[in-house]
């Protein structure tokens, strides 16, 4: 490669001098491109479409370069992703040599994209970067896709037909596909949080599950009230909860940020709903029915108030890992998923938790790289089945086996997540599309954890709005907006909650926020709206 001498000297040399980053780098120990055609999850992609064998001798694409942050989930069991097993493999399949590279800090991306040589490839968090994908293709530093993943991407490219909406997600406003993402490839992937609540405290206050806000409100008084945890002392806290998780302010059809309603981009906090969720949490706080020192807690202290069988309900995570540390410690201690939250008795939800199908990450070509062709097929591999396999559930024999055409995972790998992490990349990120089974394997270790799933998906989630991509000046814009909003925001509703505002002063707080130009964000939001509902 015509970086390959002195990319990483380069890079590091620069990162010591203004920042003093570092980059850890290693030639990976092994990767034959390309086999048969086909989806990585079920019912997203087809049948073989073709297949582009590499020959390892006579292809120009010996080596490349790689770019790319290390997930915590990773780099819990590896230094560098050239120790993954997947990618071993893939060294073993495709016949190329990888050297990966990654930053230590955030700050490493831009002072890279300064720099005229770059690593071949370039995976990162596009939609969030100043100016987007769309001004590092204009300024050179990485490279359209559209002419080549059509001449040498058969994969990526039946992906992209079988499921239109993933061309819509990938594409700039402009019309430009400029990475290979990283998709979730089911709906069942899309929500893992919601409310929970402990299942044998209403056994001992004698109520159901409940449904309503109101019928949470008198569900969270029989804990404060009735003694649920059966020791004589009224310690319990029903309820641990911030304001800004979405757990009940779904009751209301409105989040606290941006989302839309019938093609209207909206902000929460400055509708009428919010006003009544803030009124309904205040008056929650000031009855003790939400931890009084909700501020302050951090997951740490959160988990030993739950498991120190003080704590009643509370947003959550995938259920069972509270569930599995309190076995065999409490005999009736269970958390079990509640529906996400109405106002009315019968009402469907109208939202829930859900993450985007594209979270804006994948991998892009630099405009330094040489062979692009080759790369671009090198990357396509991933979308194939067996490359969907791979980043998926790792090396068959090894980490998963085949069970009537179903890829199971080793029973051993689950009871030492760490080791799994060496095998599969579908707990972090990367350019392929992440797999339903594999949540299909991990939600059932914990009691309870794919019943959570199935119950926080019950709702409509037809106001979630995608990852759109404002213009750069309009970026630019925005970020000045909402980093100010954001900052101020979140203590005038703590303020409100605690008592310490009074709610008579709150249409004069959504005053102010429309003071320091919240409508103009939303009209900054809406234009990013419709362009991404006219992109082909």
Same mark, same amino acid.
């Given at each position: 490669?015509?970086?390959?001498?002195?990319?990483?000297?380069?890079?590091?040399?620069?990162?010591?001098?203004?920042?003093?980053?570092?980059?850890?780098?290693?030639?990976?120990?092994?990767?034959?491109?390309?086999?048969?055609?086909?989806?990585?999850?079920?019912?997203?992609?087809?049948?073989?479409?073709?297949?582009?064998?590499?020959?390892?001798?006579?292809?120009?694409?010996?080596?490349?370069?790689?770019?790319?942050?290390?997930?915590?989930?990773?780099?819990?069991?590896?230094?560098?992703?050239?120790?993954?097993?997947?990618? %071993?493999? %893939?060294?073993?399949i495709t016949g190329v040599d990888v050297e990966f590279i990654h930053p230590d800090n955030d700050h490493s991306l831009q002072l890279l994209m300064t720099s005229d040589e770059l690593p071949d490839i370039i995976e990162a968090g596009w939609i969030s970067l100043p100016g987007g994908p769309e001004k590092y293709i204009k300024?050179?530093?990485?490279?359209?896709?559209?002419?080549?993943?059509?001449?040498?991407?058969?994969?990526?490219?039946?992906?992209?037909?079988?499921?239109?909406e993933y061309k819509k997600l990938i594409t700039t406003d402009d019309g430009n596909i400029y990475a290979f993402p990283f998709l979730r490839g089911d709906p069942s992937l899309l929500t893992f949080r919601g409310l929970a609540i402990r299942k044998d405290w209403l056994v001992n206050v004698q109520m159901d599950i409940p449904?309503?806000?109101?019928?949470?409100?008198?569900?969270?008084?029989?804990?404060?009230?009735?003694?649920?945890?059966?020791?004589?002392?009224?310690?319990?806290?029903?309820?641990?909860?911030?304001?800004?998780?979405?757990?009940?302010?779904?009751?209301?059809?409105?989040?606290?940020?941006?989302?839309?309603?019938?093609?209207?981009?909206?902000?929460?906090?400055?509708?009428?709903?919010?006003?009544?969720?803030?009124?309904?949490?205040?008056?929650?706080?000031?009855?003790?029915?939400?931890?009084?020192?909700?501020?302050?807690?951090?997951?740490?202290?959160?988990?030993?108030?739950?498991?120190?069988?003080?704590?009643?309900?509370?947003?959550?995570?995938?259920?069972?890992?509270?569930?599995?540390?309190?076995?065999?410690?409490?005999?009736?201690?269970?958390?079990?998923?509640?529906?996400?939250?109405?106002?009315?008795?019968?009402?469907?939800?109208?939202?829930?938790?859900?993450?985007?199908?594209?979270?804006?990450?994948?991998?892009?070509?630099?405009?330094?790289?040489?062979?692009?062709?080759e790369l671009v097929k090198w990357m396509d591999f991933n979308y194939s089945q067996q490359g969907g396999l791979l980043f998926n559930f790792g090396v068959e024999g090894e980490s998963y086996t085949m069970v009537d055409g179903y890829p199971k995972i080793k029973d051993v790998f689950w009871k030492e997540p760490t080791s799994?992490?060496?095998?599969?990349?579908?707990?972090?990120?990367?350019?392929?599309?992440?797999?339903?089974?594999?949540?299909?394997?991990?939600?059932?270790?914990? %009691?309870?954890?794919?019943?959570?799933?199935?119950?926080?998906?019950?709702?409509?989630?037809?106001?979630?709005?995608?990852?759109?991509?404002?213009?750069?000046?309009?970026?630019?814009?925005?970020?000045?907006?909402?980093?100010?909003?954001?900052?101020?925001?979140?203590?005038?509703?703590?303020?409100?909650?605690?008592?310490?505002?009074?709610?008579?002063?709150?249409?004069?707080?959504?005053?102010?926020?429309?003071?320091?130009?919240?409508?103009?964000?939303?009209?900054?939001?809406?234009?990013?709206?419709?362009?991404?509902?006219?992109?082909?």
């Open positions: 490669m015509a970086l390959k001498g002195n990319l990483t000297r380069g890079l590091c040399s620069l990162f010591f001098l203004v920042l003093a980053l570092s980059l850890v780098s290693c030639k990976s120990d092994g990767i034959q491109t390309g086999q048969e055609a086909g989806s990585t999850a079920e019912g997203t992609g087809g049948e073989a479409i073709s297949n582009i064998e590499a020959n390892k001798t006579d292809s120009p694409l010996q080596s490349l370069t790689y770019y790319t942050f290390l997930n915590s989930n990773t780099a819990a069991s590896l230094k560098n992703l050239s120790q993954h097993e997947a990618y %071993k493999k %893939k060294r073993e300024d050179g530093k990485i490279i359209s896709l559209n002419d080549y993943i059509d001449k040498y991407a058969p994969n990526f490219s039946k992906l992209l037909e079988d499921n239109p449904e309503t806000i109101d019928e949470w409100y008198a569900v969270l008084k029989a804990f404060k009230e009735q003694d649920p945890n059966k020791n004589g002392q009224a310690d319990e806290i029903p309820l641990y909860i911030r304001w800004d998780d979405l757990g009940f302010l779904v009751a209301w059809g409105i989040k606290k940020d941006f989302y839309q309603v019938d093609g209207i981009v909206k902000y929460g906090l400055i509708e009428p709903e919010f006003k009544q969720y803030v009124a309904t949490m205040k008056r929650w706080y000031a009855e003790g029915l939400i931890d009084p020192d909700y501020i302050i807690t951090d997951n740490r202290l959160r988990e030993t108030k739950l498991t120190g069988d003080k704590l009643g309900a509370q947003y959550s995570y995938t259920i069972g890992k509270e569930n599995e540390l309190m076995k065999g410690i409490h005999p009736t201690f269970e958390m079990i998923a509640a529906p996400n939250p109405v106002l009315n008795k019968g009402d469907v939800p109208i939202l829930g938790q859900q993450d985007p199908v594209y979270n804006g990450y994948g991998a892009a070509i630099s405009a330094s790289a040489n062979h692009i062709a799994l992490d060496r095998y599969i990349l579908s707990s972090s990120y990367g350019p392929f599309v992440q797999d339903k089974r594999w949540m299909e394997q991990k939600s059932v270790q914990w %009691k309870n954890g794919r019943d959570s799933l199935q119950t926080w998906m019950n709702a409509e989630n037809k106001r979630h709005l995608p990852r759109l991509s404002p213009s750069e000046k309009e970026r630019s814009e925005f970020d000045t907006i909402i980093s100010d909003i954001n900052l101020f925001a979140s203590e005038m509703v703590d303020k409100f909650i605690l008592g310490v505002e009074p709610m008579e002063h709150y249409d004069q707080f959504v005053n102010t926020l429309k003071n320091m130009g919240i409508e103009r964000a939303i009209a900054i939001q809406q234009s990013a709206f419709n362009r991404y509902n006219s992109r082909q």
